[in-house]
């Protein structure tokens, strides 16, 4: 099948994984109403929060991903949903509304990439000298802390085994 671009596998990730604690950070977190730098904290103070990276604003495979977890209404597990890219809050405060995600947690905005890179899961942008993004991953973070489920894509385009993902929010 001609996909019209090129599957490209993508070096092995020194990632958080299931157990560890999740890097604390603090960035603006756009929702449907506003911005405001929020900490990880913060968020888990109400709960779990299933913490998504995705490749900047307007990509594909972000549509794709917040389509598909907005159609699945994972927020219904109790967890709160929040993105995290290197797109600016202007560019998250489009996808909101163009993705219909407002009942989200709302999406971190990380314009330098230092949180995807506390996570483990930065990569250079091909093409693009001195540019960095998210490689697609999921990471389901308890109350405490710690990381119950991780998944990082190995090659680009890939995208998260969804009902694995329901499966690990339905066993919290």
Not at 77 to 93: F, L, N, R, T, W
Not at 120 to 149: C, I, K, Q
Request: glycine share 8%.
């Amino acid at each position: 099948m001609d996909l019209g671009f090129d599957v490209v596998d993508l070096p092995d990730a020194d990632h958080v994984a299931e157990g560890d604690e999740a890097p604390e950070f603090t960035r603006p977190l756009v929702n449907d109403e506003y911005w405001e730098d929020v900490a990880l904290s913060d968020l888990l103070g109400d709960g779990p929060v299933l913490l998504v990276f995705t490749t900047m604003d307007g990509a594909f495979p972000a549509t794709y991903v917040w389509n598909e977890l907005r159609d699945r209404s994972v927020e219904e597990y109790g967890v709160q949903v929040a993105g995290v890219s290197i797109s600016s809050p202007y560019e998250h405060k489009t996808t909101v509304a163009d993705r219909d995600i407002g009942h989200f947690a709302g999406l971190f905005s990380d314009p330098q990439n230092g949180v995807a890179e506390a996570y483990g899961v930065s990569h250079d942008v091909d093409g693009m000298a001195g540019v960095s993004e998210p490689r697609p991953a999921v990471f389901l973070v308890g109350a405490d802390r710690t990381v119950e489920y991780a998944w990082v894509a190995s090659e680009w385009p890939e995208f998260p085994d969804y009902d694995e993902v329901e499966a690990a929010l339905a066993d919290l």
